[in-house]
Structures are given as C-alpha cells and as structure tokens.
C-alpha cells in the first residue's frame, strides 16, 4: 500500500504562486508515475500534470502550461507542483496520485490517491 500526503496549498492572490508537494510512504514510488488532478466546486475532477518515475517525461493540461512545472525527487519518494501565474479559475482542492505505470491523464488509471489540499486564488 502506499499512501499519499499533500501539502503546500493555501490562499493567493491571482498573479502569486505556490508549491504544492505529495509525500509518499509505505513503499518506494520511484517506478511508478504519478499526477495531479483538481476538482473545483460543482466540477469533475480533472487532469493538472504527470511526470514518469524517471522525471524525463511529463504531460500538461493546456490550461496550466507554460504556468505550472511538475518534478520530483526519488530519493525523498516526493513529487512537486510548482504553480505561477495562479489565476481564479485554478482554484480548487489539488488531489496527488500515483499510478503502477507510466503516467496517464485519466484518473481512473491511478492506484492510489490523497486526500488533497484547497488550493484558492482570489482577484
């Protein structure tokens, strides 16, 4: 089993930035692919960005690319989510996951999830 710890969320104004981090424990992630995903109030949860468990590969949705920037540090079985340029419309609860594959923009391909962090940006 693997469980996920996120952390880093918080109130900002639009234009701010924030780092979002997943912590993971109970057994190593470093072969797995791991995401985020958000659900904002009233909506589906939907795909934010993924990163392979090398970190050579990652995959953006259109609405946060160019402003948003995916890692993660094997050794410390932790995987970030560097947010700039936060707008409004990025408000949400940012949920990490972690997949026993490569990454993937369904969330119904991920194994394991945490119980996520608000993230809310205000006008």
């Known amino acids: 089993q693997v469980q996920l710890v996120e952390s880093g969320g918080g109130l900002v104004e639009a234009g701010g930035s924030l780092r979002l981090s997943c912590a993971a424990s109970?057994?190593?992630?470093?072969?797995?692919?791991m995401g985020w995903f958000r659900q904002a109030p009233g909506k589906e949860r939907e795909f934010v960005a993924a990163?392979?468990?090398?970190?050579?590969?990652?995959g953006y949705a259109d609405s946060v690319k160019g402003r948003f920037t995916i890692s993660r540090d094997n050794a410390k079985n932790t995987m970030y989510l560097q947010m700039n340029s936060l707008k409004p419309e990025d408000t949400a609860v940012y949920y990490c996951a972690v997949r026993r594959m490569n990454w993937h923009t369904s969330q119904y391909e991920y194994d394991y999830w945490g119980q996520g962090t608000q993230v809310t940006v205000s006008s």
């Open positions: 990163i392979n468990w090398r970190g050579d590969s990652t």
């Open positions: 109970g057994r190593t992630v470093s072969t797995y692919g």
